[in-house]
């Protein structure tokens, strides 16, 4: 989702101030979310934020007449009321039913339209899309949401040819799947004129009325059409039957006598086989590239059921405390020939399968940066990498502490890496007794 925050309406204080909030959740979130990832308060991840100066006018936004917003479902129970806000909606409560549709509208010439949809959401959730004039899918268009103050904005931009029609459509998306969704459209603007884009809508009892006249006029000329074939034209039905038998019979003779190599040939020149073929060398290569991972399918089930507790292990090791007796019975961190990354993490899942709680104290305190390059640091992690890479040295990875820490909580126990001469119990340290380095004499 891409969200466009105009800043026209500072603080108090001339200020800007951006607040994300989070205003439904999934009723099982932590089962929503990506294998490898711990963090159940976890709602949204941001990926990027910039500010960006208009460098040109902003092109003009025509109304549009909300008289022509209809119920896009009429046999739902989806209910419309007009108020003084604008139009009031309360759709069907099936997920991704649709709401209500704007049109139909035709592009008087090729080109890139624009709309914006002002609405006010009171409960649920909707997402707006372009329809094809024959309803049967979903025109590609960039839509992005922003809000101010007053209602949210749907900005919809697509790309049009000319006289091609197409619908504005509002469908139901609620966050808990089905569920009623509540909301009032304020207004629609259009980049383009809407006179320009207005085509002549029949009502549907209208349309109803002429598909029927239709279809009956077609079954009366599809009745006089067999009556006279069978009158004038049609053979009598063993002779049809004869001579369907006797093409089959022709058939299977001409195969038999032109031989396999040029039957192959007949077929393979067939557009029919020919995207046959395509279609089947295109799911062939995502087979192979898929396949193997098909053997990962129980360890994925495994780490996503079995996920990790939610400790705190970014930069650990730094603030970890620890009593004395339960470093020694966990034996300490991890003693791998690596790169010191991640052993920290790896130490705070250790403690919490041996049924140590974790406690975070409330108390500011207070870290010394690493050099670039030489400990891990948002800026310096590249340099970090390449340069012990260059010098062979391993690096555990956290998707790696992940996996073990899984199998912890499934064995409901610690795994201690560090056999009994951890630390420095097999080495011999020399004593010296210092001795004075002078006599004081009286």
């Known amino acids: 989702m891409r969200v466009n925050v105009p800043l026209d309406f500072p603080g108090p204080d001339g200020r800007h101030v951006i607040e994300l909030r989070v205003t439904e959740t999934y009723a099982n979130a932590r089962q929503q979310l990506p294998i490898f990832e711990r963090r159940d308060t976890m709602q949204y991840r941001v990926y990027s934020a910039e500010v960006r100066a208009s460098a040109m006018k902003p092109a003009e936004m025509y109304l549009c ?17 007009e108020t003084d806000e604008g139009l009031r909606v309360a759709s069907d409560p099936r997920r991704f039913s649709y709401c209500v549709e704007y049109g139909p509208l035709c592009a008087p010439a090729s080109g890139s339209y624009r709309f914006d949809i002002a609405c006010s959401v009171l409960d649920g959730r ?8 024959g309803r049967h899918y979903w025109l590609p268009a960039s839509i992005s949401t922003r809000d101010d103050p007053r209602s949210l904005h749907f900005d919809i931009q697509v790309d049009l040819r000319r ?10 998306d609620h966050p808990d799947g089905d569920g009623v969704s509540r909301f009032v459209l304020h207004e629609l603007r259009s980049s383009a004129a809407p006179a320009s884009l207005s085509v002549e809508r029949r009502s549907r009892a209208r349309t109803a009325k002429v598909v029927e006249r ?8 599809v009745s006089r059409l067999r009556r006279w074939w069978t009158d004038t034209v049609a053979l009598p039905r063993r002779r049809r039957e004869w001579l369907i038998a006797c093409a089959e019979k022709g058939a299977r003779f001409t195969s038999a006598v032109v031989g396999e190599r040029i039957r192959r040939r007949m077929v393979r020149v067939a557009p029919e086989y020919r995207s046959l073929a395509r279609a089947l060398r295109v799911s062939d290569e995502q087979l192979r590239a898929v ?6 399918a129980p360890l994925y089930r495994f780490l996503h059921d079995r996920r990790p507790t939610n400790l705190h292990v970014n930069g650990c090791g730094d603030f970890q405390l620890l009593a004395r007796a339960h470093w020694h019975e966990l034996r300490g961190y991890p003693e791998f020939e690596t790169f010191s990354m991640n052993i920290d993490g790896l130490f705070s899942y250790i403690a919490d399968a041996a049924g140590i709680q974790e406690e975070a104290l409330a108390m500011p305190i207070y870290h010394l940066e ?17 340069r012990i890479a260059e010098r062979g040295i391993t690096w555990l990875d956290a998707s790696t502490v992940y996996i073990w820490a899984a199998y912890m909580r499934w064995l409901q126990r610690p795994m201690i890496f560090n056999g009994a001469d951890w630390g420095m119990a097999a080495q011999e340290l020399a004593e010296r007794t210092p001795a004075a380095a002078c006599r004081v004499s009286s």
Request: a neutral charge; hydrophobic letters at 45%; aromatic letters at 10%.
């Open 65 to 81: 007449q909300a008289s022509r917003w209809a119920n896009a479902n009429p046999v739902s129970a989806l209910t419309i009321e």
């Open 126 to 133: 909707l997402k707006p899309g372009v329809l094809s004039g």
């Open 163 to 172: 006289h091609e029609l197409f619908w504005l459509m509002l469908f139901n």
């Open 214 to 221: 239709c279809a009956l006029a077609y079954s009366k000329i």
């Open 291 to 296: 396949g193997p991972l098909r053997e990962l």
């Open 370 to 386: 690493h050099e670039v390059g030489s400990g891990w640091s948002p800026e310096g992690e590249a340099l970090l990498r390449r």
